[in-house]
């Protein structure tokens, strides 16, 4: 019953439905697909790959891996391979954009659920899917629904992968499953008297599962109603037995009730098994709720939990913004739960403007007329006993009014429901809220097809209100253009189906351009919606209309922020009021989200909210003018703050929270440099070491020129401090020669040494000699470079800063090996740990680790190069560091040259390459280009020479020079391919290579190490 290959591959995804860029199938050999072509992997990254994909979209522990990939005895350097499998691992699966597969999640990893379809995930949904359409009685949608899970199954889960631990009850779990969903699948067919009912199969799963009672029954109803009731009650005669001998126990009810109704002459395998009535849908009384003319779409799940959140409390409470579909929501969740109620009546609130008018509507939607006395306690003696669901839409602008009336109601009768929507809750006793979500989205940067954007809700919408037929049918531009659409409407459906209408007059294309500003386009919708819902912006004024004055200035001040901010930036630009409680009050009327980041809980306004209450905030310019200063300056001494932490043990979480903060720090040194040239200068510099660290050189630099500039003498308050200066022009200078753009680099370190100088600044000294040193290594000045690190070793000393000794002296273990001296390199890299130890910088040890692997590598030591590099790399994915990656996969790659091992060499220098082409360090991706060459001479010498023109032309460029270390291997690459193609052939491949272009070179010798597999 696993069905052919081409229904399995319909089902899993494949053969344009696939909606991830990956398909990957563990129910069987592991099976690891790309647009239709198979990945293969090595086996213990295999395995790796397949405990992730059991927990689809959940963070799995270091621990967990290790527990699943070892079982109970791992070795003892299990972490450090798992680590160095997940970076091999990623190196063999690219990545795109937001989309990598496998993405860091403290303290372990996940597999991107968005970025891979992974047929666990599509089988457990259709088995609980199709088992809860069976418990209510639905067994043609159950055998459907279940069918098709169980032809998922290709055979054992993962036996091509040896896993341990949790990921073994993993398996088992899913052969659970499987039977379960066998069982209702054979119980719905019997229920719809199908004549192929799958005696012989059930046989087979019985002779499987001897013990399995659920079974038993169904093979004998089934033997029973195709006419062999003597095989039937010999089979009850077999469990009997069976359970007998093996277990001691007779039969369950279950069983004893099928053998009773057979001898009493009973057919209907209904009754025999007991089975689920289905669901009748109950009377609603008087016609009040509105009728859907256009589907719903998207809200399957939403409807479902508010089904049995309505089974479990008497009041629940939809809430969300405007135009996020509350009313609709209501309507489809009322009627899926008519059967539960004897009549609905819908109530809406919109044109009311008081308590007197909503109990009057109530009882109007009832159809009940007043006799006299008090509304409100005659409508309750009159409905008391009645089974009611009252659906009160649009409860915002009355919920003082709301809240006593319906809580009343429900306090007089005892089997009275109510379903409200609402934009904050009515804070009733015993209410439960159900905040309604946004539609799922596709994000543009994976779209590939239109077939990827199939399970996004989002898209399905646009494409149902704009006429455009199925999705997957659209082509390759139209499909991005949907995406996008649909990530600048944010998943709001009200302004995607906005943005539907205005199909009628622009492209797909033409209207993801214009949607950069949504209210000049995302207007004129239906005549038959009310007007608040006919613009994005009438909505977001009848939202802001319902605020207080004092949550209208908070709304107002908070929209300077760009992103996600916390309850103290939130105390910074609007200092009037407890940020606690505006941020409260706004969260309960829907207008802030709450989100949960690594760093803490943060608050973000809703997009169209925030577009809103900037252009208020820009109408009131004197406020606009203090709450952008106050933001930035709020973001100026934070960054100061971690500054500091930037050097110490918790270096890695203070990179995480700058980057949730990238955007507001943008936009904070964006105002600065025309509101506060110095502020914007101290900013700016105080990241150099963040954006050092996240690779963001050019960032970096653009924001220290910027600032720079402004603060001139002829400009107001462009004289700054000469410290201030000095450290900016330090920063610059750092970033330019990591973008090995030199000259510019030392021209800013020189102008920083004697700003230090006159400040009498001994630790700017230190580090401004340290790094004209730095500037000097790479361009082969080996003495200079010396000096220049030993005077700033001695500065440092001098003044007791033990981190710039430390980075004195990892400089000159760094400066050691590159020129040859492997022993020194080891004696630096030494004391340079006892400094960085004790003030627990990872950035630094990574270095010295670097250091200590490369001094190894050049002195013939190969177990302690490899030791020591993978050191580096474990630290380095810690801390996010990417130059650390890049360097300790080029060293590795060494390695496995020296060892034999081409092609995991190749694949790792491929690596090292992309990096160091991605951070702009031109230096280094010469060094590993003539590494790439010595790898390729034997099989395409042509191209190893083309490869060592690159490098050539890039050291022209930026003035480097060959490091001493790798002269002798460069000589002996260049003399092999000379040998095998002539040094005429030489000559025009090198010449060749020189015009290549480094990213186009990349993606051709990422091809080529993916071909060596």
């Known amino acids: 019953m696993n069905g052919s290959p081409t229904v399995q591959r319909a089902i899993r995804g494949d053969d344009g439905i696939r909606t991830g860029s990956w398909n990957i199938d563990v129910l069987g050999p592991l099976d690891v697909r790309r647009a239709g072509r198979s990945v293969e992997l090595p086996p213990r990254r295999r395995s790796l790959l397949a405990v992730l994909a059991l927990r689809a979209g959940a963070m799995v522990t270091v621990d967990g891996l290790v527990d699943a990939l070892w079982g109970e005895n791992p070795p003892p350097t299990a972490v450090r391979t798992l680590h160095s499998h997940i970076a091999k691992l990623a190196a063999l699966l690219p990545e795109h954009g937001d989309g990598r597969l496998i993405q860091r999640r403290d303290p372990g990893y996940l597999l991107n659920s968005d970025a891979a379809r992974v047929d666990r995930v599509r089988f457990e949904e259709l088995v609980t899917g199709g088992l809860r359409s069976f418990a209510e009685g639905r067994f043609t949608e159950s055998a459907r629904g279940l069918s098709t899970a169980l032809a998922l199954w290709r055979g054992e889960p993962l036996t091509d992968c040896p896993v341990h631990g949790w990921a073994l009850a993993e398996v088992d779990y899913l052969h659970e499953l499987r039977l379960q969903g066998y069982e209702g699948l054979f119980a719905s067919r019997l229920a719809l008297g199908l004549q192929e009912s799958g005696v012989g199969e059930i046989d087979r799963l019985v002779a499987e599962h001897p013990l399995r009672e659920r079974l038993w029954e169904l093979l004998i109803v089934a033997l029973h109603v195709s006419g062999r009731t003597s095989d039937a009650l010999s089979a009850y005669h077999r469990v009997r037995r069976g359970l007998v001998d093996e277990l001691g126990l007779d039969p369950g009810e279950g069983l004893r009730h099928v053998e009773t109704g057979i001898l009493q002459g009973m057919t209907s395998p209904r009754e025999l098994l007991r089975l689920p009535v289905a669901a009748a849908r109950g009377a609603t009384g008087p016609l009040t709720v509105p009728q859907q003319i256009s589907t719903l779409i998207g809200r399957e799940t939403e409807i479902a939990e508010i089904r049995e959140l309505m089974r479990t409390a008497r009041l629940v409470t939809l809430t969300g913004p405007g135009g996020i579909g509350k009313t609709r929501l209501a309507i489809a969740a009322s009627g899926a739960a008519a059967a539960d109620f004897a009549e609905i009546a819908f109530v809406d609130l919109l044109p009311l403007t008081d308590g007197d008018g909503i109990v009057a509507a109530i009882a109007e939607a009832l159809g009940l007329h007043a006799r006299g006395g008090p509304l409100l306690g005659e409508l309750s003696r009159r409905i008391a006993h009645d089974r009611i669901l009252v659906v009160a839409d649009n409860c915002e602008h009355l919920v003082g009014e709301c809240a006593p009336i319906l809580g009343e109601l429900l306090g007089r009768c005892p089997h009275l429901g109510v379903l409200a929507t609402s934009q904050e809750a009515l804070r009733v006793p015993g209410e439960l809220l159900k905040p309604v979500p ?88 239906s005549r038959g919606t009310r007007p608040e819902h006919r613009a994005l912006r009438a909505t977001v004024e009848w939202s802001y209309h319902l605020l207080t004055a004092e949550e209208r200035r908070a709304l107002r001040r908070f929209s300077v922020f760009n992103g996600p901010f916390s309850l103290e930036a939130a105390g910074a630009v609007h200092p009037e009021t407890s940020p606690l409680e505006m941020l409260g009050r706004l969260v309960d009327k829907s207008l802030l989200k709450v989100v949960p980041t690594a760093a803490g809980t943060r608050y973000q306004l809703l997009p169209a909210i925030r577009e809103h209450a900037l252009d208020r905030l820009r109408a009131h310019p004197g406020e606009h003018v203090r709450a952008r200063r106050d933001h930035a300056r709020h973001h100026r001494h934070q960054a100061e703050e971690f500054e500091r932490q930037l050097q110490g043990p918790h270096l890695g979480s203070q990179v995480v929270k700058i980057a949730e903060r990238h955007e507001d720090v943008r936009a904070a040194v964006t105002w600065l440099v025309d509101d506060d040239p110095e502020g914007a200068l101290r900013l700016a510099a105080s990241l150099w070491r963040y954006h050092y660290l996240r690779g963001g050189y050019a960032e970096g630099r653009a924001w220290l020129s910027s600032a720079l500039a402004a603060c001139t003498p002829d400009v107001p308050s462009g004289d700054v401090p000469s410290g201030v200066r000095a450290k900016a022009l330090w920063a610059l200078a750092r970033l330019a020669a990591l973008e090995c753009d030199y000259r510019e680099a030392d021209d800013h370190a020189r102008r920083a040494l004697e700003l230090y100088t006159l400040e009498n600044d001994p630790a700017g000294v230190a580090e401004t000699r340290a790094l004209l040193g730095a500037i000097a290594r790479e361009l082969g000045h080996y003495d200079r470079a010396r000096d220049l690190a030993r005077q700033s070793l001695a500065a440092a000393e001098l003044s007791g800063d033990r981190w710039a000794a430390g980075h004195a002296l990892q400089l000159l273990a760094f400066l050691s090996w590159l020129s040859g001296d492997g022993a020194s390199a080891v004696r630096y890299s030494g004391q340079a740990i006892h400094c960085f130890q004790p003030i627990g910088d990872r950035e630094r040890l990574a270095w010295c680790q670097i250091d200590l692997g490369a001094a190894a590598y050049y002195a013939g030591d190969l177990d302690t190069a490899v030791r020591h590099l993978h050191q580096a790399l474990i630290i380095s994915f810690e801390i996010r560091f990417r130059e650390g990656i890049a360097w300790a996969e080029n060293l590795l790659a060494l390695v496995d040259l020296r060892l034999g091992r081409g092609r995991q060499a190749l694949r790792r220098l491929v690596t090292s390459l992309d990096l160091h082409h991605e951070l702009g360090d031109r230096w280094r991706l010469a060094s590993v280009l003539d590494a790439l060459a010595g790898a390729l001479v034997a099989r395409s010498a042509p191209l190893a020479a083309g490869l060592l023109g690159t490098a050539g032309r890039l050291r022209d460029e930026t003035g480097a020079q060959v490091p001493a270390c790798e002269r002798p291997e460069l000589a002996r690459t260049q003399a092999r391919i000379v040998n095998r193609i002539g040094p005429e052939a030489f000559e025009r491949a090198y010449a060749m290579g020189r015009w290549q272009d480094v990213g186009v070179l990349i993606g051709q010798l990422a091809e080529l190490a993916e071909a060596g597999r």
């Open 438 to 525: 946004e539609l799922r989205v596709p994000p543009p940067a994976l779209v590939r097809s239109g077939a990827n954007l199939v399970r996004h809700d989002a898209a399905v919408l646009f494409a149902d209100r704009a006429g455009l037929g199925k999705v997957e049918a659209l082509s390759v531009q139209d499909a991005r253009a949907v995406a996008t659409i649909c990530a600048r409407c944010h998943g709001l459906p009200l302004a995607i189906e906005l943005a539907a209408a205005r199909t009628r007059m622009f492209t797909l294309p033409e209207i993801a351009q214009r949607l950069r500003d949504p209210f000049a386009v995302l207007t004129d919708g």
